[in-house]
């Protein structure tokens, strides 16, 4: 199957999904279990930028790192494991000891908590680009067009045993996931444009603090504006007395150290 083959298959599969199920709209308010993976994905590359500043890492280290960044974003996929570390190897492990210490630093982790936990993220993402997040564009239709380009490289995905008894199941899978992306998109979208205050304290406030030191030194390596390489430890010692984010960016850093 091909890339314009799954598109088209992909796509009448969720046409015939949604008008089977009752779900051709958006479902209101539905806020699926994959709300979080935008600020997991910004924390690992947050996790390989501070190691760049790292002193305690050798060149090889951070070479394994930047060499294999997707390595590091699937490592919450990856099995522990003791034996001798390729760069790959090492990229992996890193990223799943990151993933670890972030996940214990969700609180709380409901669906609806990563979901503004995603916002405060994006937004300071946002501020850090030069924009003004309070003034927000059309969201909803930016989210569409990257799930489209996303949904199409899943056709690299397809299963190597290519049998019709195989693959519908896959494709039902990813049915499956459009849906929840849509409605996760949704969930997004409104909660960008217009966040509710009282649930951006609740669940954001004390997670992500965009002004603490590490999370600074982090946003602009991505940006540009390298934080002095000294101010290093004093950054890691205020996010151990923390919590939050910023608590497992330490967390992950001392974890990277000890392979």
């Known amino acids: 199957m091909n890339r314009r083959q799954f598109a088209y298959v992909s796509a009448f599969a969720g046409a015939v999904a949604a008008g089977k199920h009752g779900e ?4 209101p308010g539905r806020i699926p279990e994959a709300a979080g993976l935008i600020t ?7 996790c390989v930028r501070i190691a760049m500043y790292d002193p305690a890492l050798s060149a090889a280290a951070k070479t ?3 060499d294999n960044g997707d390595f590091v974003r699937n490592g919450a996929l990856s099995p522990a494991s003791s034996a001798s570390k390729t760069p790959a190897q090492f ?4 990223g799943r000891l990151s993933s670890e ?5 969700r609180r709380p982790n409901s669906p609806e908590a990563r979901l503004y936990q995603d916002i405060a993220v994006m937004r300071d993402l946002t501020a850090a680009a030069g924009c003004d997040p309070s003034k927000p564009g059309p969201v909803g239709d930016l ?4 799930h489209v380009r996303c949904r199409l490289e899943f056709h690299t995905l397809i299963p190597d045993d290519g049998s019709l008894e195989t693959v519908h199941p896959w494709v039902e899978g990813i049915v499956t996931w459009w849906r929840d992306q849509r409605d996760l998109r949704a969930a997004l979208a409104s909660a ?3 966040p509710d205050k009282a649930k951006m304290r609740e669940f954001a406030a004390s997670f992500y603090d965009p002004s603490h030191p590490l999370i600074r030194a982090a946003r602009g390596f991505q940006f540009g504006w390298l934080t002095p390489a000294d101010a290093l430890p004093a950054a890691l010692e205020q996010a151990r007395k923390s ?4 608590r497992a960016l330490a967390d992950a850093t001392d974890a990277i150290r000890r392979g």
């Open 24 to 27: 051709a709209a958006v479902q």
């Open 40 to 46: 997991e994905m910004v924390f690992l590359d947050d």
């Open 64 to 66: 394994a790192l930047t």
């Open 91 to 94: 990229a992996l492990a890193a």
């Open 101 to 105: 210490a972030l996940n214990r630093q």
């Open 143 to 146: 989210l569409d067009i990257l």
């Open 192 to 194: 960008y444009t217009s």
């Open 243 to 246: 919590a939050g984010y910023a």
